[in-house]
């Protein structure tokens, strides 16, 4: 082999690439026979467990890829993305605070995991989500705790892991104090060194001693240790304190690099050569690039190689990283107890159980007579994607509303008579939707209020408040369950 084509094939080695469709085009089988690093798969490309265990095996027959995906539980969902997750996600979890449990719900995931052919999950989410409107976090946080954020964080690396899955510990150095979205722009994490050591970084600590596979990186400035980088760009961050600082050896993954917090400041291109440079193994795209952009991103690496900016030893240590991850794979894959189920959902019904410890009712409801469940919609976000959330109750009728455009006027004329419920995500977030519900509620103050997000705004004057932590299946299912009883 030439030394420009195995330059390249090196470089094609850190790339995670997506595509559209349900089947692998030809372009991405020829890649990962050519050092491919991998995919990164997205809820298009999912439209059911055999299609997608048909699809991964198809990857594999051409070479050794890392098949990945973004599968947290609760809102953000890859294997469930039409349907909704079986599994509640972090905020419930970590409202319920039983470590032996989210250890087994995240076995119970990474068995569904498995039974389709993934190997690498981007999950956990061990941000420490201390603002409360943060736009990106959210539910996808155990909570504003550090030390609850650690132990629960380490739970689910080990849960993960347990069943032959790669844990991706997210998003180093920490998104949860964050007020702007990565997706739109670059995030500012306003701590200093010794705020971000004893916040941030203390759940990124223990999950690098359970031993983590991976870490992946946030596209967030924090001026005090990245300038006005951002962190996936920052040798400072990636190289002086993961890797130097906190110790870890294991395979660091960027946060998707079409972001505009990358592509509107350096490029999607030279951002991933930057990356690499500061110390990065593996760059992860999300859904928008297309062939032609992996293409030019390959072409910018191996630039970046020629000209001296991005060390070939630094490559060659990427490519040393992810063999060791392979490896990991083929051991712990074969230590893993059998994935016997059809990655559907949990046949053990384990994440409905977590969902009925996690939900909270304040007050008493009364029986239900003819519901007409009101949901007050929330434009969903980047990395939950149009996933579907909601509630539904037996017999009832199901109302979607505009909390912009709709009129309390017209919703309690529907609801005469009839059992009012009024289903809300992050409310604190939307005044809007705060107007709306008080509103309601000077007229149906019975009504019940159904909070799916963070249950951080609770309105004084609803006599019966339900808290889900998260607008996933599960979560619905237990809070019917819950309304119905």
């Not at 082999?1 to 090196?10: H, P």
């Not at 995670?16 to 990962?32: E, H, M, N, S, Y």
């Not at 509103?439 to 889900?468: C, F, K, N, Q």
């Amino acid at each position: 082999m030439s030394a420009e084509r195995e330059l390249r094939r090196m470089a094609a080695g850190t790339l995670l690439v997506p595509f559209t469709g349900t089947v692998a085009p030809d372009w991405v089988k020829r890649g990962i026979a050519d050092g491919l690093g991998g995919v990164t798969l997205f809820g298009f490309n999912v439209a059911g467990p055999d299609q997608l265990r048909e699809l991964n095996a198809e990857l594999r027959a051409h070479g050794d890829p890392v098949i990945s995906l973004d599968e947290e539980g609760g809102d953000v969902t890859r294997l469930h993305y039409h349907v909704g997750s079986p599994y509640p996600g972090n905020a419930a979890l970590g409202s319920i605070d039983d470590v032996e449990l989210t250890e087994s719900v995240h076995r119970a995931l990474g068995r569904d995991l498995a039974a389709v052919g993934v190997n690498l999950d981007m999950a956990p989410s061990a941000d420490v989500n201390t603002a409360d409107d943060n736009p990106v976090i959210g539910t996808r946080s155990f909570g504003n705790d550090p030390a609850l954020v650690a132990r629960h964080t380490v739970a689910a690396v080990r849960g993960l892991q347990a069943a032959g899955i790669a844990a991706c510990v997210k998003h180093f150095p920490g998104h949860g104090a964050t007020r702007q979205d990565s997706h739109l722009e670059i995030p500012l994490v306003d701590a200093d060194l010794d705020l971000l050591g004893s916040r941030e970084l203390v759940p990124f600590r223990a999950a690098i001693e359970a031993g983590t596979q991976t870490i992946m990186t946030a596209h967030v400035r924090v001026p005090a240790l990245t300038g006005d980088a951002p962190a996936t760009l920052s040798p400072a961050a990636l190289t002086g304190l993961l890797r130097d600082g906190l110790g870890f050896e294991g395979v660091v993954i960027t946060d998707a690099m079409d972001m505009k917090a990358i592509t509107e400041s350096v490029g999607l291109p030279g951002g991933c050569a930057l990356s690499i440079a500061a110390g990065s193994d593996l760059v992860c795209l999300g859904p928008l690039p297309t062939q032609e952009d992996v293409t030019a991103i390959i072409d910018a690496i191996v630039a970046a190689v020629r000209d001296g900016s991005l060390p070939l030893s630094r490559l060659e240590e990427a490519a040393d990283r992810t063999a060791r991850l392979r490896a990991w794979f083929h051991t712990a894959g074969a230590a893993a107890p059998g994935a016997t189920r059809d990655g559907s959902g949990d046949g053990a019904g384990i994440g409905l159980a977590a969902a009925r410890r996690a939900v909270r009712l304040e007050g008493t409801p009364a029986p239900l007579v003819d519901p007409l469940v009101v949901r007050l919609e929330t434009p969903p976000t980047i990395a939950v994607g149009e996933v579907p959330w909601g509630l539904t109750l037996p017999g009832g009728e199901h109302l979607p509303a505009d909390p912009e455009n709709d009129h309390a006027d017209a919703i309690v004329e529907r609801a005469a008579g009839r059992s009012l419920v009024v289903v809300l995500r992050d409310a604190h977030r939307y005044p809007a939707t705060q107007k709306l519900v008080a509103e309601l509620l000077t007229h149906r103050p019975d009504a019940a209020i159904v909070e799916m997000g963070l249950p951080i705004w609770r309105p004084s004057a609803a006599s019966v408040y339900v808290a889900a932590y998260g607008g996933a299946k599960a979560n619905a299912q237990a809070t019917a369950e819950l309304l119905t009883t």
